[in-house]
């Protein structure tokens, strides 16, 4: 099965009358509703190498919040579908920030966000390392880091010695 191209996902917005609002930035498209409202506008992120997509709407009850989805799409279809209504509930990957996962960088182990640290999560996928392994294995330009300042202390030491 293949899934839609980023060029496909730009094509399919733009007919829904979406515009980009940003550049794309690891792996993720942003795109706004140029129909809506500017001081609630319908915001979408889509995140096209995990299918997923992130919709900020304004909500009768609920105001101004956003709906996270995982796998959201599967096919040229269900994308433009959840573009022609970003309100649709698709049954597919519904998730809060709460329980939001992403893949350590390190060990590449699927985990949920308590898992990484504030400053790790931050980072962004491809980037963040899951708090077991920054515990395991310092990061690789710090570890050059902690060498560099041993030898140099070692070197001292002998000196002196």
């Not at 101004?64 to 096919?75: E, F, K, P, T």
Request: with cysteine; glycine share 6%; aromatic share 8%.
């Amino acid at each position: 099965m293949s899934f839609p191209t980023p060029e496909e996902i730009k094509s399919i917005a733009t007919s829904c009358g979406y515009e980009e609002r940003r550049e794309e930035i690891a792996s993720t498209l942003f795109f706004k509703d140029v129909s809506t409202p500017h001081h609630h506008p319908t915001l979408m992120n889509v995140f096209y190498t995990t299918r997923g997509v992130m919709t900020k709407i304004s909500h009768p009850k609920s105001g101004y919040n956003q709906l996270w989805r995982s796998d959201a799409y599967d096919s040229i279809p269900s994308l433009v579908a959840i573009f022609q209504n970003p309100r649709t509930h698709s049954g597919k990957g519904y998730r809060t920030m709460e329980n939001s996962v992403r893949g350590c960088a390190n060990c590449g182990e699927l985990k949920e966000r308590g898992d990484f640290s504030k400053n790790q999560w931050r980072k962004g996928p491809d980037l963040s390392r899951c708090t077991h392994c920054v515990i395991q294995q310092p990061h690789p330009d710090k570890q050059d880091e902690i060498t560099a300042s041993n030898s140099s202390a070692a070197a001292a030491a002998a000196a002196d010695g």
